[in-house]
């Protein structure tokens, strides 16, 4: 099986900043996208940025303000948020594609979330 485990939440002023961090184990040949979603109360869960090999996709209220990269070695993706918004507050999952073996199709993977709360 594979696990995905999402760490670096928690509360945070507006305009200050984040790094959330998730770690891929398990049974694994590779992995490709990786990316992070957030749902936010009332809202259903949305793409905030992918990740596919080194090409990068944002959605566009973040553009500018996050960053994702990923660490192939660690099978770790990670998001730096800047000059965070009142708005960017929701539960922040993890997602990846992966092969576990090299026949295998992609099935794709989601972590628990981890809670980004922003005050104004």
């Known amino acids: 099986q594979v696990q995905l485990v999402e760490s670096g939440g928690g509360l945070v002023q507006a305009g200050g900043s984040l790094r959330l961090s998730c770690a891929a184990s398990g049974s694994i040949f590779s992995i490709n996208p990786m990316g992070w979603y957030r749902q936010a109360p009332g809202n259903q869960r949305e793409m905030v940025a992918t990740?596919?090999?080194?090409?990068?996709n944002y959605a566009d209220s973040v553009k500018g303000r996050f960053t994702v990269s990923r660490d192939n070695a660690k099978n770790t993706v990670y998001l730096q948020m800047n000059s965070l918004k009142p708005e960017d507050t929701a539960v922040y999952y993890c997602?990846?594609?992966?092969?576990?073996?090299?026949?295998?199709?992609?099935?794709?993977?989601w972590g628990r979330g981890t809670q980004v709360t922003v005050s104004s």
């Open positions: 997602s990846a594609g992966v092969k576990r073996y090299s026949f295998d199709k992609i099935e794709y993977y």
């Open positions: 990740i596919f090999s080194s090409s990068t």
